[in-house]
Every structure is written in structure tokens, then in C-alpha cells.
């Protein structure tokens, strides 16, 4: 058997153990006598009808779909189209590569290489929408702390909170947020609407500090303090994308200058050589 072959079979194999793997599960939980008869008279832990099902499935796809949201990813179909894509990409790329006669280590390479970069993207989504609430995390203390210092009750203060960010993720989140909390009137259920769509240390500091807010009814300096905090996180942020932009225009001003300076080089290089060759002969 050549090499390709077996590359071939390997990922066969591996595709199958893994759609075995996940619906194990529900095979056993029909085959069994107790998950018949459970589900013949409705009565299941858990889904009615469904005696457990493919929970390790399920799990996947629930985990899939919270990273999908945080990167702001809203498609119903996405959870499951992007691990598919994690799970098929890589065998169909090495795959291919099989097929036009590359070696099995680097077909291998180049599928692993199109999954990490898929994971890369998904990565990079996550990390903005994080410092785009970061950025905007220090007008919503600051508003917060205003509207306490008026007199202003601070879940109706929260009614306003989404006219701080004007554009952008937050704004969206925000609205939700808001909208929720006024039709729910429950603080956790909105905050899940904040938590679902953004990651780290600022989110959670916000969460607790506007829980803290509702709960006693006022915030004392916590706001002021954390809003010093905020803009200090938001100069450093701003500090970093200038530089980044700067590197940017450095690297694109020395690609521009190449063509000129080959131009300038090549005859100079190319009379020197010829000068050389006569002195050689």
C-alpha cells in the first residue's frame, strides 16, 4: 500500500472514530432496556424523549457556540458549521494534498496549519471586541458615577447606559443589556447579555461593579476609582495601537522604497561586476 493510501485510510478511520465517539451515546441509550422504556413513557432525566442523547456532542456544540458569541459570530448555524470546519478542514486539506502527490508529513502540516489558522481568526475576533469594551469601559463608569452624583437611582441610571458607546459591539450589547434588564428586571439575566458577548478582566470587573451598584444602592468612590483605572487602561491601549500604526507605516514607507533603490543599485551592482570581470581577465 503506498503511502498516499494509507494517509488516506488513517483519515477515514479517524473521521469515523470520531463520529462514532460522539453518537455512542444515543446508540446505547436506545439500545438499552431502561432508556426504552423511559422513553416509551416520556419520563427521561433531563430532555423528555431523549434518554441523555449524545451529551459529549452537545457539550462540544454548546462550547463552540459561547466561543462563537464571543467573537460576535450571531448565525444560528455557526456553532455547528465552525466545528465542522475544525473537524473536516484538516482531513480535507491533507486530503488533497494527498491527491497531487505530496508527502503524508506535509499534507499533514498544511492541514494542521488551516486549522490553526481558522483558530487564529476566531482568536483575533475575540481579542478586539474585548479591547473595544475595554476602550469604552471608562465612559461607563464615568457616566454611572455623574448620574449617581445628580440623585439619579442607579437602575434608572442603567436605562441610559447604552447611550455612552455611540457605535460598535458595545453599543449592541449594551442595548440588549438594557432592554432586558427592563422587560426581566433581573440583573443576572441582563449581565448574561454582557458576559456572552465579550471576554476578560474588565468585563468581570463591570458585571461586579454594577451588581455591587444595584445591590447597596450606590457605588461610594468604587466607580471613581475604577473609572481612573479604566482610562489609564485606555491610554495605554491607544498608546499601543498608535505604535502599531507606526510600525505599519514604517514597513509599507521601506516596501515602497525597494523598487527605487533596486532601480538605483542594479546598474551600479551591475557596472561594478563587468569592472571586475575585466580586471579578472
Known amino acids: 500500500m503506498s503511502a498516499a ?27 438499552h432496556p431502561e432508556c426504552r422504556r423511559a422513553r416509551r413513557s416520556g419520563q427521561v432525566a433531563g430532555r423528555p424523549g431523549s434518554c441523555g442523547g449524545p451529551a459529549f456532542l ?15 459570530i450571531r448565525a ?20 488533497l494534498l494527498l491527491s497531487r502527490g505530496y508527502g503524508p508529513t506535509a499534507s499533514l502540516f498544511c492541514g494542521l496549519a488551516g486549522a ?48 455612552v458607546v455611540r457605535t460598535g459591539p458595545v453599543r449592541e450589547a449594551l442595548l440588549e443589556f438594557v432592554a432586558t434588564y427592563e422587560l426581566t428586571l433581573d440583573l443576572e439575566t441582563a449581565l448574561d447579555r454582557i458576559r456572552g458577548g465579550f471576554d476578560g478582566f474588565d468585563r468581570d470587573m463591570f458585571c461586579a461593579t454594577l451588581r455591587q451598584c444595584v445591590e447597596t444602592g450606590g457605588a461610594g468612590d468604587l466607580l471613581v476609582r475604577m473609572e481612573e483605572i479604566q482610562f489609564g487602561h485606555y491610554m495605554n491601549l491607544l498608546q499601543r ?8 507605516l514604517l514597513v509599507h514607507a521601506m516596501g515602497a522604497m525597494v523598487p527605487c533603490l533596486l532601480l538605483i543599485l542594479l546598474p551600479i551592482l551591475n557596472e561594478a561586476f563587468q569592472a571586475l570581470q575585466g580586471l579578472m581577465t
Open 241 to 248: 495601537e498608535t505604535e502599531a500604526f507606526r510600525t505599519r
Open 5 to 31: 493510501a494509507a494517509m488516506a485510510v488513517l483519515l477515514a478511520g479517524l473521521c469515523a472514530g470520531l463520529l462514532g465517539y460522539a453518537a455512542a451515546p444515543a446508540v446505547l441509550a436506545r439500545l
Open 58 to 72: 452537545r457539550g462540544l456544540l454548546a462550547r463552540t457556540g459561547a466561543r462563537c458569541r464571543l467573537a460576535g
Open 76 to 95: 444560528t448555524a455557526a456553532p455547528l458549521l465552525l466545528l465542522l470546519a475544525f473537524l473536516f478542514l484538516p482531513l480535507l486539506l491533507a486530503a
Open 116 to 163: 490553526a489558522f481558522l483558530e487564529s481568526r476566531i482568536r483575533m475576533r475575540i481579542h478586539k471586541r474585548q479591547e473595544a469594551f475595554s476602550l469604552g469601559a471608562y465612559r461607563m463608569y464615568r457616566f454611572l458615577d455623574a448620574q449617581l452624583s445628580a440623585g439619579v437611582r442607579i437602575t434608572d441610571a442603567i436605562r441610559g447606559l447604552h447611550e
